[in-house]
C-alpha cells in the first residue's frame, strides 16, 4: 500500500526557517513524481514544488509565487522527500502535503497543482508562523 506521512511543521517565528519531510512507504521515491502543496483555512489547495522521476538527477519544478523561498529535494536512501522553507511569513500559515503523482504539472516552467484520481497523499503537517 502506498502511503506518505508527512512531519516537520510547528509553530514558527516570522523570518525564521523549517525544513517539511515526507516518508514514503509501499513504494520508491525515485521511481515516482511527488510534489508539495498547502492549503490555508478557507482557501483553496495551492501547488508548491514538485521532483520529477526521471532518470538521472532529479528535475524540480516550482510554482510561480515561491520566488526562492523553498526549495525540494529528495533522499533516495531515506525513501523522503524534503521541503525547506526559508524566511517564513504569516502567509505561509497552512497545513502542509505531499503527493505522489503520476508526474510534474508544468506550465510555462511553473508548477502547478493537478491532482488526479490516482494519486495518494498523507494526512499533512500544520505549519502556523505568527509572532
Known amino acids: 500500500q502506498k502511503q506518505l506521512v508527512e512531519s516537520g511543521g510547528g509553530f514558527m517565528k516570522p523570518g525564521s526557517s523549517l525544513r517539511l519531510s515526507c516518508a514514503a512507504s509501499?513504494?520508491?521515491?525515485?521511481?515516482?513524481?511527488i510534489g508539495w502543496f498547502r492549503q490555508a483555512p478557507g482557501q483553496e489547495r495551492e501547488g508548491i514544488a514538485c521532483?520529477?522521476?526521471?532518470?538521472?538527477?532529479?528535475?524540480?519544478y516550482y510554482a510561480r509565487f515561491v520566488k526562492g523561498r523553498f526549495t525540494i529535494s529528495r533522499d533516495n536512501a531515506k525513501n523522503t522527500v524534503y521541503l525547506q522553507i526559508e524566511t517564513l511569513k504569516p502567509d505561509d500559515t497552512a497545513v502542509y502535503y505531499c503527493?505522489?503523482?503520476?508526474?510534474?504539472?508544468?506550465?510555462?516552467?511553473?508548477?502547478?497543482?493537478?491532482?488526479?484520481?490516482?494519486?495518494?497523499w498523507g494526512q499533512g503537517t500544520q505549519v502556523t508562523v505568527s509572532s
Open positions: 521532483i520529477s522521476n526521471n532518470d538521472g538527477p532529479a528535475t524540480t
Open positions: 503527493v505522489r503523482e503520476e508526474l510534474c504539472s508544468v506550465w510555462g516552467g511553473n508548477y502547478f497543482l493537478d491532482l488526479r484520481p490516482d494519486d495518494v
Open positions: 509501499g513504494f520508491r521515491v525515485e521511481d515516482s513524481a
